[in-house]
């Protein structure tokens, strides 16, 4: 039974959105935020009680959740497997009323792209249909070589979510992200041991490390979608060969790809290819269909054997993203709900491009292009060694909660949601939904 609580709180209720009059006992005995567990009647709160309780389950970790303010001093108890731990997450940048949204946005619920996975074919895209495409690509690659030029020891990841989200913003489109399935900010970093679904925040990066910065743009109804992995400062010739191996994977898999292709058959190339190099390949994860929704058939593993089902046509429209280790494709996921780590704490790498079958091949929406940094093994060897001489810590990374397009209140749509039944779902399946060779890759 809820509790009275102070009528005059001005908090609605978690169901219905009247003025809340009542306290759910458990949140309150757990300290938890006002914000998602207060109800204006009985009847409401035992109606969302099935969808509420779960927020219990992740009180720990609900500086993920509550916007970076309800971490606690002493992390939860957890088998970590590498020396990576989580830091404050920063609050959840704003959105202008302008920005078209997808979906999701502010629900979190990507509904019709759950509905679109009853099936299992890929649609054949038109030339429309993939010009919108081709324009949310580019986009996401000119956004995703600005985060590049921002990587260098001493930037907090939280500051590449600022960079990547302000880029977003200026060209008109949405980070397809932020909100999704309650995802709090608007890129993934994965750092070091991080497999993927790396929430930002404000870690340092440290000479040595290894950083992938997975980067969606919604643009006018279309998802583009890449990411790539970058060194930070001077790193471990195994890191540096695992990048390597990794980004040929995917460039191996890629030229694959053309009419009558199986979709199977690219786990078998990109396997052997890792293997052969004495890493090994996440089966957890994979490419996917995308379009009008983030994620969408077909699914698209990244090892062999595999039972995906499907062969390429002319039309087709699809992610390709392998992620290989050093050590054992073994992953295991962060009591937040998205962070995906290996198991044996070794570290991770990916590359992703967003791609369409062509009468012949194929054409690579998110290709890099000549303005694009270039990946470590691209510069000249004399020219690393000058670049890590020179690299230091760059200026302090402040933690700016809103962009400087967020000051006009009246110009605003506020994105940012309190704890919510909705959200703290968000959080507790948002791996669940995710994490299936159904579905998924990545990114949030």
């Known amino acids: 039974m809820a509790e009275s609580q102070d009528p005059s709180s001005g908090l609605p209720c978690d169901k219905c959105g009247k003025p809340a009059k009542l306290s759910c006992p458990k949140c309150l005995e757990l300290k938890l935020p006002r914000e998602g567990g207060a109800f204006c009647s009985q009847e409401c709160f035992k109606e969302a009680w ?7 389950k992740v009180k720990p970790w609900l500086y993920v959740t509550n916007r970076g303010q309800g971490r606690t001093q002493t992390m939860p108890s957890f088998p970590w497997t590498g020396e990576l731990r989580p830091d404050l997450v920063g609050p959840r940048r704003l959105v202008p009323a302008s920005i078209p949204l997808p979906e999701y946005a502010e629900t979190s619920i990507p509904k019709g792209e759950q509905e679109s996975r009853q099936q299992t074919s890929n649609p054949v895209r038109t030339p429309k249909q993939i010009e919108g495409l081709r324009k949310a690509c580019r986009i996401a690659r000119d956004i995703l070589d600005k985060a590049h030029a921002a990587v260098r020891p001493g930037v907090t990841t939280d500051e590449i979510d600022r960079v990547v989200h302000e880029a977003t913003l200026e060209a008109g489109a949405y980070p397809s992200p932020l909100n999704y399935f309650s995802f709090p900010k608007s890129v993934c970093t994965s750092v070091n041991e991080v497999v993927c679904h790396g929430i930002p925040d404000q870690r340092p990066l440290q000479s040595g490390d290894i950083v992938n910065v997975d980067v969606t743009a919604y643009y006018k109804g279309y998802h583009g979608d890449l990411n790539e992995t970058f060194v930070v400062g001077e790193v471990d010739s195994t890191s540096k060969q695992l990048l390597k191996v990794t980004y040929e994977c995917l460039e191996r898999s890629i030229a694959a790809v053309k009419p009558g292709m199986r979709y199977r058959d690219l786990g078998k190339i990109i396997s052997q290819h890792a293997q052969g190099q004495g890493f090994s390949v996440i089966t957890t994860y994979c490419g996917h269909g995308i379009g009008e929704w983030f994620h969408c058939a077909p699914t698209i593993p990244h090892y062999h054997p595999n039972k995906a089902v499907g062969i390429m046509k002319e039309g087709h429209t699809f992610t390709i993203e392998p992620m290989i280790n050093v050590g054992k494709a073994r992953d295991v996921t962060w009591p937040d709900g998205w962070t995906s780590v290996t198991r044996d704490g070794s570290r991770s ?77 968000g959080v507790v399946r948002g791996m669940d939904a995710l994490a299936t060779n159904s579905l998924h890759e990545h990114k949030p």
């Not at 369409?356 to 510069?379: D, F, I, K, N, Y």
């Not at 000058?386 to 990374?397: E, I, L, S, V």
């Open 349 to 425: 790498a990916q590359y992703e491009h967003t791609m369409v079958v062509t009468a012949t091949g194929c054409e690579v929406l998110t290709a890099r292009l000549p303005t694009s940094p270039p990946l470590w093994w691209q510069v000249p060897e004399q020219q690393q060694h000058q670049q890590q001489r020179d690299t230091g810590p760059g200026p302090a990374a402040e933690s700016q909660p809103a962009t400087p397009m967020d000051t006009d209140a009246g110009k605003q749509r506020d994105q940012q949601v309190a704890v919510s039944s909705a959200e703290t779902e």
């Open 50 to 56: 099935g969808q509420h309780k779960k927020v219990h």
